[in-house]
């Protein structure tokens, strides 16, 4: 099974993902976590210069290096994981793309469409979407010593992303299960396993 986890700044994903951890280790379910950018040692040299903020990147160049690091991402960890039946947990994916790049960048989702359907990247079975008011999630992330490139960009830009996975979610509840991260931690993560939970015992 493939699940993905999503949302803007500072919405929890990484605490989730802690929580989530315990509890697949706890009921001994055999699962592996993983991320994007960066989860291939070829990504890790991508996400290095995605997120170095000294580096003017233009939005298609920068959308062709998150689509490498999930070519590579794909054929070497998720493809063959999800081959041996493993669940696979992965912060951040393709949403990510039509969120940051598409609503964020501005790119054409015809566009998009044209450079990301022919590498026929695998959907997921569910996909987690933590939604956050902007400021919330920004004042979230401001506690951290150092912004990245895309947490210096301006309000709108977090505005067009989040309106673009309030939009993702609706076109996709198949498969988009939305969690108010307003909530406590505690209640996310109860939520999250939840859905889990039942997409585990359907499949
Ligand atoms: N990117 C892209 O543009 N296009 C793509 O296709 C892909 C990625 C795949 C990767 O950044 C960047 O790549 C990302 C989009 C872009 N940039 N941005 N922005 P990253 O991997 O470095 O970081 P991130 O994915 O954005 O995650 P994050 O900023 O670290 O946020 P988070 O993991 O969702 O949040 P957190 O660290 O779990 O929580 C933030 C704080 O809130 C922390 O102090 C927590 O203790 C607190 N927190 C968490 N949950 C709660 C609740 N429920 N209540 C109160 N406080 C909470």
């Known amino acids: 099974m493939f699940i993905t986890l999503e949302g803007s700044e500072g919405a929890g994903k ?26 291939t ?12 903020k000294t580096i003017e990147l233009d939005s298609l160049s920068e959308t062709f ?36 790049q598409g609503a964020g960048r501005e790119i054409n989702k015809d566009e998009l469409d044209r450079f990301i359907k022919p590498l026929n990247f695998p959907e997921p079975d569910l996909t987690i979407y933590l939604d956050l008011p902007v400021d919330e999630g920004l004042k979230r992330a401001q ?41 406590s931690e505690t209640k996310v993560f109860e939520l999250a396993r939840d859905c889990i939970e039942k997409k585990l015992n359907e499949s």
Not at 18 to 38: A, D, R, S, V
Not at 65 to 76: F, I, N, Q, S
Request: hydrophobic residues 40%; charged residues 35%.
């Open 14 to 39: 990484s605490t989730l993902i802690e929580h989530l951890k315990k509890y697949f280790l706890n009921k001994k379910i055999e699962f592996i976590f993983t991320k994007e950018p960066g989860a």
């Open 41 to 52: 040692a070829e990504g890790a040299e991508l996400r290095k210069i995605l997120l170095d």
């Open 65 to 100: 290096l998150l689509l490498a690091d999930r070519l590579e991402h794909v054929r070497k960890i998720i493809n063959p994981a999800l081959e041996e039946n493993k669940i696979v947990l992965s912060d951040r994916y393709l949403d990510s793309t039509y969120a940051y």
């Open 143 to 183: 506690g951290r010593d150092k912004l990245d490139r895309f947490e210096e960009e301006e309000i709108d830009f977090f505005e067009r992303i989040r309106n673009a996975y309030l939009k993702l979610a609706k076109e996709n509840s198949h498969r988009i299960f939305t969690i108010d991260s307003t909530n």
